[in-house]
């Protein structure tokens, strides 16, 4: 297969001072893919981010970003490149039409061609009716579209999300997650971080789960459900017999607080056991899903 | 990182300029007043008020000796409080250099095109500025008209030199430093409302080595006096030297505080 990979990180690091922010990390990712970076806070993925945007230097390792060093290179990274940041930092002093329209020049696109190319994405971020408005008194959903579509101004080739839908409601949520399924079926990489796995679940075709500055596991979110998880969680209460029972049948199981959870790919199976051997008062099952996945690997501990 | 590395810069530093002027434009009649309506204030006050107690100075009167002075003063003003408050703010608070950064600018386009803005303030300033005093007929016409191009040159100065304090203060509030024991100072005992022979001659040399507004008073006063002598090559020349170091130096140390 003939897939370009748009991005190609080496044993990439970076250090604070004493801090290794990101420690040796290698990752790749493909084009026109949508590639997830997970993690608690602190884990490296803004870090990350912000080398592969060439605004943070990289202390070691290989870094390529469209087939150029992003060392030698940023100012024709920065072109082929669409940036959300995590904070929304539109400019206060100009309204919707007029942020784009500052942004197009930052990319040497003429006035004309840029009138055209704002007029389209405002459609495509629903804000026509906006345009005039200052930006600060745009709620958070109008706020986060702006910013998505002051990213496409120059037709990336790469889009880079950091947190695109933090603090966004469910409808504006699903309507960002619309925007960027749109865009990957126009051919766009896509690469974000997101606290919200099910978001990562249902919009990464890949992605790696990121822990102190190094990647703990790179996969499709189904693949490494089943891998670290099985198909279905069943959830006891945490009770002496219940542990005692699992323990004799060689279970996979996660004591948390006070539920116990069994991982299994067979539910039904697992189900009928426990009440059959174990006297279970209360039990649920529920499919696994991504965020299992996470808490298993990363732990409960509170970060920060 | 050395601090006197020579800044790479593109044509892209307009760019920057250009936002910085659309936003200008935005709110054109606020900031058409303070520039138009503080030398009417200090004329009135100082040039005809206190100047009623003063025969003449250096053989002319009050008014028209403090006139240049007041237009040094707003070149002063103007950058420095454009490349510290204002620049700050959209460093800090707005993120604006995090946005454009993300595109084909780098950080040494958007320090520099912050300064050229910043010395632009001086020199629509110091235009808003000299009719409002010729009106008054207290200049020389046509030698003050250079003072517009000169007005450049000296924004130019002091853009950089606060640059050079946004880029090291910790936060917004620490400008309160350099404003009072840097800015207020100058304002003061640069030769501006009376003549820097009357201080002390070690004072006097402090002020012609270390402060710039000394230079750009003694330059502005000359063309608006219509009486240029070979000093002010002496003076020309600090305020380019001063400019040139400057301008590297504060890009250099903004790259220290926003490259990490």
Request: proline letters at 5%; a negative charge; one cysteine or more.
């Amino acid at each position: 297969m003939d897939i370009a990979s748009v991005i190609v990180a080496e044993r990439l690091q970076k250090r604070f001072g004493e801090f290794i922010a990101v420690d040796g990390v290698s990752f790749t990712v493909e084009e026109g893919e949508v590639f997830g970076f997970l993690g608690p806070n602190g884990a490296g993925k803004t870090t990350a981010m912000k080398m592969i945007q060439c605004v943070s230097p990289k202390n070691a390792g290989r870094l390529l970003v469209f087939d150029m060093e992003v060392d030698t290179h940023p100012r024709e990274i920065k072109k082929l490149m669409g940036v959300v940041p995590q904070e929304n930092n539109l400019d206060p002093d100009f309204t919707v039409y007029e942020n784009l329209l500052e942004y197009s020049r930052y990319f040497d696109i003429s006035r004309q061609d840029a009138e055209k190319i704002i007029d389209e994405l405002l459609d495509f971020v629903q804000l026509k009716e906006k345009k005039d408005t200052m930006t600060e008194i745009l709620s958070g959903g109008m706020k986060r579209r702006l910013v998505l579509a002051r990213a496409l101004i120059n037709h990336p080739q790469m889009l880079i999300l950091d947190e695109p839908t933090v603090g966004l409601d469910p409808q504006a949520r699903h309507l960002m997650w619309d925007k960027l399924k749109n865009l990957k079926s126009q051919g766009v990489t896509i690469v974000l971080t997101t606290h919200y796995l099910e978001e990562a679940a249902y919009l990464c075709d890949r992605l790696v789960i990121m822990d102190h500055g190094r990647i703990l596991v790179e996969g499709k979110p189904d693949e490494l459900i089943r891998k670290y998880i099985g198909t279905d969680i069943v959830e006891a209460e945490n009770e002496p017999v219940v542990i005692a029972c699992l323990e004799k049948n060689d279970a996979r199981y996660e004591v948390v607080g006070d539920m116990v959870q069994i991982y299994t790919n067979d539910p039904q199976k697992t189900t009928d056991h426990l009440l059959k051997e174990c006297t279970l008062r209360k039990i649920t099952v529920r499919s696994a899903t991504l965020e299992d996945v996470f808490l298993k690997l990363t732990g409960r501990k509170l970060r920060e | 990182m050395s601090y006197f590395q020579i800044p790479r810069l593109s044509y892209r530093v307009w760019k920057v300029w250009l936002r910085n002027k659309d936003v200008f434009v935005k709110t054109l009649t606020l900031n058409f007043l303070p520039p138009f309506l503080e030398p009417l204030l200090y004329l009135f006050a100082l040039g005809f008020g206190l100047g009623m107690f003063v025969e003449n100075i250096e053989g002319v009167s009050y008014a028209r000796y403090i006139a240049p002075a007041l237009v040094a003063v707003t070149i002063m003003y103007a950058s420095f409080f454009e490349c510290t408050y204002g620049s700050y703010v959209r460093m800090y608070y707005q993120k604006t250099f995090d946005a454009i950064i993300a595109t084909p600018l780098s950080i040494e386009d958007v320090i520099a095109g912050e300064l050229l803005w910043g010395a632009t303030r001086s020199c629509i300033n110091a235009c808003i500025m000299l009719p409002v005093i010729a009106a008054f007929g207290l200049i020389e016409l046509p030698h003050s008209l250079l003072i517009i191009p000169f007005s450049f040159l000296g924004g130019l100065v002091f853009a950089s030199i606060a640059m050079c304090f946004t880029a090291i203060i910790p936060n917004i509030n620490s400008l309160t430093y350099p404003t009072t024991l840097f800015i207020t100072p100058m304002f003061l005992f640069s030769g501006t409302f009376f003549p820097l022979s009357a201080l002390p001659e070690p004072i006097q040399y402090f002020a012609l080595a270390l402060l710039p507004l000394t230079h750009v008073v003694n330059i502005v006063r000359a063309l608006t006096f219509a009486d240029l002598n070979q000093f002010l090559i002496f003076d020309l020349a600090w305020l380019v030297v001063a400019s040139l170091i400057f301008f590297v130096l504060s890009i250099n140390l903004m790259k220290k505080r926003l490259v990490v």
